[in-house]
């Protein structure tokens, strides 16, 4: 493949794949620098919340460049712990380590001559986020428990629900691989910032649903249409598709109504179910010191991080909540990483 040939520059408008829906203007300029980087070979990073859709720009990248015809792996780095993440991206040897009775072939190996897609790169520890940078530079790696140099041809696109720059200055992600994973970067816009795009989005997902549900909703309310167009859509395109899915499931009828859509899109808090209340957070933690200070006697000790761990204990079970007890997704709104995650649901005994 040959690396001095020139980048064709596309005047297309509108997306460059079907599996790419939405017109307006913040999706004309993701859709402009997709077609441009999928001609190179550069490492691209796409920046953007869950379920803006990062998996379907970057299998758009692939689709158009010319490793096309090529495999397209994505492995999602916030789904494993670090030593199985290790072996996933790499592969291993037999009696690398427990459980390892068979030679493995890792994901970048997969990937040879096409892209590998690192969802979720923000999740790395420093330990592996050192091999991924020689990867980047070098092209080679070595598998869990083996002396042997495997050399690679794979195209790296990364992805990070996170602003990594922020990340690089609070010390949880190097500096260097930031910048070899930042040629170009891909700012994917929330569903907030793409009101425009929300009827064409739902007509999508309509026929999906009513295809693989055998059903007939091709209309959709007005106001119906305005709420969700109103709703800030905090799970973006994701959860839009969830609830048009589930509106056609319910709906009598052949009309996506009002009162087939969550009370939340309707602008109403509809009932919670669970052990945990939905507290405010600042008021809880005024409420904590106030008590605290109220009832600590001359020899009360540690009483800040008794608060602090109170506060901490009711924001992870709130997100936890929220979250369907997902997580992968709890952690990523948290800000932390699924380890890390795991093990304050065992400290505060949240597991259950």
């Known amino acids: 493949m040959s690396r001095n040939k020139p980048i064709a ?50 299998k758009a990248i692939h689709q158009l460049s010319p490793r096309g015809s090529g495999p397209f792996v994505r492995v999602n780095c916030g789904a494993l712990a670090e030593n199985l993440l290790e072996s996933e991206l790499f592969g291993h040897v037999r009696g690398a380590f427990t459980g390892a009775i068979d030679n493995r072939t890792g994901r970048f190996e997969a ?36 002396t042997q140099t495997i050399r690679v041809d794979t195209r790296v696109i990364a992805a990070s629900n996170r602003d990594l720059l922020d990340e690089v200055e609070a010390d949880r992600f190097r500096e260097d691989l930031y910048y070899r994973l930042n040629v170009v970067t891909i700012y994917l816009p929330p569903l ?23 059903c007939h909703v091709p ?10 167009q109103s709703y800030p859509w905090p799970g973006n ?15 009598p009828g ?19 179910i669970g052990r945990h209340r939905n507290v405010d957070l600042q008021t809880l933690a005024s409420e904590l010191v106030e008590y605290g200070l109220s009832t600590a006697g001359p020899t009360e000790e540690n009483l800040h ?10 924001l992870i079970a709130q997100v936890m909540a929220a979250c369907d007890n997902v997580q992968i997704k709890a952690a990523g709104r948290l800000g932390i990483n ?14 259950k």
């Open 9 to 58: 520059i596309s005047t297309e408008t509108g997306p460059p794949t079907p599996a790419l829906i939405g017109s307006g203007v913040a999706m004309e300029k993701v859709y402009r620098l997709t077609r441009r980087v999928a001609r190179s070979n550069a490492s691209v990073l796409l920046m953007g919340e869950t379920g803006t859709g990062k998996e379907l720009i970057a």
């Open 111 to 146: 990937a040879h001559t096409g892209t590998v897609f690192l969802d979720e790169i923000n999740s790395t520890t420093a330990k592996l986020q050192v091999k991924l940078l020689r990867v980047l530079q070098e092209h080679e790696f070595e598998r869990v428990g083996d």
């Open 192 to 214: 907030r910032e793409r009101p425009e795009d929300i009827p064409e989005l739902i007509g999508h997902f309509l026929r999906i649903y009513n295809e693989q549900n055998d």
């Open 219 to 228: 209309h959709v309310e007005r106001k119906a249409m305005e709420a969700m």
């Open 237 to 251: 395109v994701r959860e839009l598709q969830n609830y048009i899915e589930r509106a056609v499931v319910l709906a």
């Open 254 to 272: 052949d009309e996506l109504t009002c009162d087939l859509l969550p009370e939340a899109v309707l602008g109403r808090k509809g009932p919670r």
């Open 305 to 314: 991080p008794k608060i602090v761990n109170r506060v901490e204990r009711e």
């Open 338 to 351: 699924r380890n890390t995650l795991h093990k304050k649901l065992k400290e505060y005994q949240l597991e």
